[in-house]
């Protein structure tokens, strides 16, 4: 009965989780310092910077998962590392891509006059970003980095095609095991929904507690 298998099944939670949190961990130290330098920084940075971004956006993961798995890692000798790791690098280098928009955006909508109003009181260019700029646009991203929450949760899925024992794989197992699909299937999608749900929540509790007075939606 798939009652057996519930806890086989809830030990992928531990997997999908690793995947998440190491994608959106990897994502963010690599999205804010691109989003930082598309707004502030000169164009020859730029440029390359939106040729990543595109990149990324553009290529459909499974077939990044294949690429660095079948083709960077085996032609760098590096053929034995685990597929999980390989999983939450190609997911934080996407996710990175996706972040940084996010990022971008929320830059952008923060009143340039604050950025220049700091640098006419003496402040460095690093110091108005990171004192002035920035806390304000990591809260208006807040929304946006919940969706991204969302969207690399479920592809986290597609994982399933290196063998990471993440749900997906585990119901696949499952599925083998009873000959039955439904049943497996029906419970990875209830484990699906129960992390989106608590995730987006959380997230959501967060930003309603560290709105800014006076920004806009902060009220």
């Known amino acids: 009965m798939i009652l057996d298998f519930i806890p086989y099944m809830l030990g992928g939670v531990e997997y999908t989780l690793a995947l998440v949190a190491g994608g959106l961990g990897i994502g963010f130290a690599i ?8 707004v502030f920084g000169r ?32 032609a760098l000798g590096l053929a034995s590392v685990d597929t999980l790791y390989v999983s939450i690098i190609v997911l934080g280098l996407r996710s990175a891509a996706y972040q940084s928009q996010v990022f971008r955006g929320a830059l ?26 920035l806390p304000q ?4 991203s807040l929304p ?9 949760l479920k592809d986290s899925a597609i994982c399933f095609a290196l063998g990471v024992l993440e749900i997906l794989t585990r119901a696949r197992y499952v599925s083998i095991a009873l000959n039955s699909a439904l049943p497996p299937y029906f419970v990875a999608g209830v484990l699906f929904l129960v992390l989106t749900y608590s995730g987006t929540k959380i997230l959501h509790i967060v930003y309603e507690r560290t709105k800014i007075v006076g920004l806009i939606g902060g009220k």
């Open 144 to 152: 946006g980095w919940s969706n991204e929450y969302a969207s690399i």
């Open 137 to 140: 646009a990591l809260w208006i």
């Open 108 to 133: 952008l909508s923060v009143g340039e006059g604050q950025y220049v109003a700091a640098r006419a009181i003496g402040m460095s260019k690093l110091k108005a970003i990171g004192h002035i700029t």
């Open 31 to 38: 999205g804010l310092p691109i989003a930082i330098s598309q």
């Open 43 to 74: 164009k020859i940075v730029a440029r390359p910077l939106d040729i990543y971004v595109w990149f990324f956006r553009s290529v459909p993961l499974l077939v990044l998962l294949f690429l660095f798995y079948w083709g960077f890692f085996q």
